[in-house]
Structure formats: structure tokens, C-alpha cells
T-cell receptor, first 113, second 114 residues
Framework: DSGVTQTPKHLITATGQRVTLRCSPRSGDLSVYWYQQSLDQGLQFLIQYYNGEERAKGNILERFSAQQFPDLHSELNLSSLELGDSALYFC????????????FGQGTRLTVV | QKEVEQDPGPLSVPEGAIVSLNCTYSNSAFQYFMWYRQYSRKGPELLMYTYSSGNKEDGRFTAQVDKSSKYISLFIRDSQPSDSATYLCAMSARSSGSARQLTFGSGTQLTVLP
């Protein structure tokens, strides 16, 4: 158990809908990362937050947004969902200032039908 | 061309074999190198973390970094069926401030046969 908790584990929703994925980092970790993993793209970095502030952005679509709250948990919001958004979404946290040595949660499997 | 290249395999070895997994990269700014193990559709698990060139050993695992060749390796000694998983290399570059993102290889699928 990495100590990173993600909910829900599975999510099935229809195209055009909006969903929120939640992540609780390891106790004391200030950095939270979001990644998307699909069969053809591998693990793709979406966005990083550090102590409530957005610090780095990767290949995150404009339909997606995230935030980190004062208690350090994070949410990833996905809207206007398309079939191609079906993937595993992972959250990772790190206690290092430089954000390396990230520990991953078990992921949320999103299926868009 | 991807920044990080990793042979996807699949790689199949008998129990007890020495396994060598490799990644090459093109970004000379990469300074931090990690190996993750991912069981089927589970979250990646951090195995090894190294900084810059050199070797690091942890039990049956040895991580090796050759920055001059832009090549990293993970060796698994006395491989076990429980080592069967996908192995992902990941790297990050030194940057200003605390923000660093990990760039992952596509993963090598390993099967250790009993």
C-alpha cells in the first residue's frame, strides 16, 4: 500500500458528462501529480500541484481541470467526456521538494460509453 | 521521436534468471532516474531511484545509469514468478523551483516462468 488513496476505483459514464476524481496523498506529501494511462499512450503526465499551487502542466486537455485543497487532497475534473477519455487515471504524491520519488495510488478506471 | 524509449517486450525468462531491462533517452537534461513496477492495471510501484550516473543496488535489484550513453538499466537477479509485471522507467530533469514532472517509458512486460 503506497498510502495514496484514489476514489472511486471504477467509473462508467456517458459521453458529454462530467466526473470528478479524488486523490488523498500520503501523509505529509505536498506534491500531487495526475497521470493518464491508456493502452496506446502509456503514462502521460497531466498536471502537478505543490502545496495548493499549480506547478507544472503536461498534456492536459482544456476540458480537464484540477485543484489541490488546503488539506492537500486533490481533485481532477473531466468534462464533456469523449470515448477517447476512457483510461486509467493515476494520482501520485511526493514528499520531496523536487517532486521525484513519487508514489502512486491504485488509480481510477474511467469508462466512457 | 519519444524522449524516452523502452523495448515493450514481452520478455519471458525462466525462474532464477538474471533479467536486464533498459531504456534510452534523448534529453540530456534528465538527472533523476526511476524504475517502477506495475502489476496488471494496478498503480505503479517505485522500485529504485537514482541520481545521475552510477549504480545502485537494493536486494535483488540493481539500477545502472550511463549518462554519457543516455542509457539506463535495471537488473533483476534470481528472478521469481512474482516479478512478472510491467517495468517502467521514468526520468525527470533539473529545473528551477520544485516542479518536476516524470517522463515515462512505455514499459517492458516481463514474465518469469516457474
Amino acid at each position: 500500500d503506497s498510502g495514496v488513496t484514489q476514489t472511486p476505483k471504477h467509473l462508467i459514464t456517458a459521453t458529454g458528462q462530467r466526473v470528478t476524481l479524488r486523490c488523498s496523498p500520503r501523509s505529509g506529501d505536498l506534491s500531487v501529480y495526475w497521470y493518464q494511462q491508456s493502452l496506446d499512450q502509456g503514462l502521460q503526465f497531466l498536471i502537478q500541484y505543490y502545496n495548493g499551487e499549480e506547478r507544472a502542466k503536461g498534456n492536459i486537455l482544456e476540458r480537464f481541470s484540477a485543484q489541490q485543497f488546503p488539506d492537500l487532497h486533490s481533485e481532477l475534473n473531466l468534462s464533456s467526456l469523449e470515448l477517447g477519455d476512457s483510461a486509467l487515471y493515476f494520482c501520485a504524491s511526493s514528499g520531496r521538494v523536487d517532486g521525484t520519488e513519487a508514489f502512486f495510488g491504485q488509480g481510477t478506471r474511467l469508462t466512457v460509453v | 521521436q519519444k524522449e524516452v524509449e523502452q523495448d515493450p517486450g514481452p520478455l519471458s525468462v525462466p525462474e532464477g534468471a538474471i533479467v536486464s531491462l533498459n531504456c534510452t533517452y534523448s534529453n540530456s537534461a534528465f538527472q533523476y532516474f526511476m524504475w517502477y513496477r506495475q502489476y496488471s492495471r494496478k498503480g505503479p510501484e517505485l522500485l529504485m531511484y537514482t541520481y545521475s550516473s552510477g549504480n545502485k543496488e537494493d536486494g535483488r535489484f540493481t539500477a545502472q545509469v550511463d549518462k554519457s550513453s543516455k542509457y539506463i538499466s535495471l537488473f533483476i537477479r534470481d528472478s521469481q514468478p512474482s516479478d512478472s509485471a510491467t517495468y517502467l522507467c521514468a526520468m525527470s530533469a533539473r529545473s528551477s523551483g520544485s516542479a518536476r514532472q516524470l517522463t515515462f517509458g512505455s514499459g517492458t512486460q516481463l514474465t518469469v516462468l516457474p
